[in-house]
């Protein structure tokens, strides 16, 4: 189901409590979210539809992934770059890591271990920090 984007920068600031196998549901909704605003965004996270859960979904050339419980386990090579986000206006200087390693468990709940590079890791920066309440 296509969920309205949550502006509220409050609840936005809050860390996420992790997911859970019964909230499947919440990543079909952000899978139906993400292709209704796919033409000005390329990731998602689950409080951005208003479930404070550690789910996200990205676009990973041309194909959506979902992530249950991700975190950072390694990054390398910073630079500076702007981004902009679908729950606030506006764009902001922020520090993200060209390569990045990050755990995460799939749709089945199942751990997995992957490497990301480039504009697909940037996506997934933006979305570990809106899990972590940072807001950018």
Same mark, same amino acid.
């Given at each position: ?6 502006r509220?920068?409050?609840? &936005?600031?809050?860390? @996420?409590? !992790? ?9 079909? *909704? ?41 975190? &950072?386990?390694?990054? @390398?090579? !910073? ?9 606030? *206006? ?8 060209k ?28 979305e ?9």
């Amino acid at each position: 189901m296509i969920k309205p984007i949550i502006r509220d920068v409050f609840f &936005l600031s809050q860390k @996420s409590a !992790p997911a859970v196998p019964d909230d499947l549901s919440v990543a079909a *909704d952000l899978r139906d979210t993400l292709t209704a605003n796919a033409e000005r965004c390329v990731g998602m996270a689950a409080n951005m539809i208003g479930v404070a859960k550690r789910i996200i979904i990205f676009d990973d050339d041309g194909e959506q992934v979902v992530m249950f419980n991700p975190e &950072l386990v390694k990054a @390398s090579t !910073p630079y500076e770059t702007e981004e902009g986000c679908l729950s606030l *206006d506006g764009v902001r200087k922020t520090k993200r890591y060209k390569t990045i390693k990050v755990k995460f468990q799939n749709e089945a709940f199942q751990t997995r271990i992957k490497t990301y590079t480039g504009w697909t890791a940037q996506i997934i920066q933006h979305e570990l920090d809106h899990l972590d309440g940072i807001i950018i």
